[in-house]
């Protein structure tokens, strides 16, 4: 996948032991949760919260997540996470994310993060607060 917008959000994370499989190498669905730390971190540095969002009538769905395996993480190893937003369509933000190894800067995973939105009234909608993201 290459990623041709300015990354907007990066931080940094370490796989933890229990995070791997037998294999020694991090679970696949682990992954998943270090994309969606990363999000919530990155709406944070833009001063919002999932949960504030929540309360305010805008509920944030994932509705598609394409997710591209490239090498494994193992215990201890040191990582990043960059995100990058794209308004895929009307309603759809789409998180553009990348994990990278710290030391090597191997590339572990491409990943597209399709999300919408809807009122508290269960309607499709773009509040500004997800403009603004872009």
Do not use: W
Not at 29 to 58: M, N, P
Request: hydrophobic share 45%; glycine share 4%.
């Amino acid at each position: 996948m290459s990623v041709d917008m300015t990354t907007v959000f990066t931080t940094t994370m370490a796989v933890r032991d229990y995070e791997c499989d037998m294999q020694g190498v991090v679970n696949n669905a682990v992954y998943q949760h270090y994309l969606e730390h990363a999000r919530h971190e990155f709406l944070k540095s833009r001063g919002l919260d999932f949960a504030k969002l929540t309360e305010d009538g805008i509920i944030v769905v994932v509705v598609r997540a394409e997710l591209d395996y490239r090498r494994s993480l193992r215990s201890g190893d040191a990582f990043t996470i960059s995100v990058t937003t794209k308004h895929e369509s009307r309603l759809r933000l789409t998180f553009v994310q990348q994990i990278v190894h710290a030391r090597t800067g191997a590339i572990i995973m491409d990943a597209r993060i399709i999300t919408t939105a809807v009122s508290a009234a269960g309607k499709p909608c773009f509040p500004e607060e997800l403009a603004a993201l872009l």
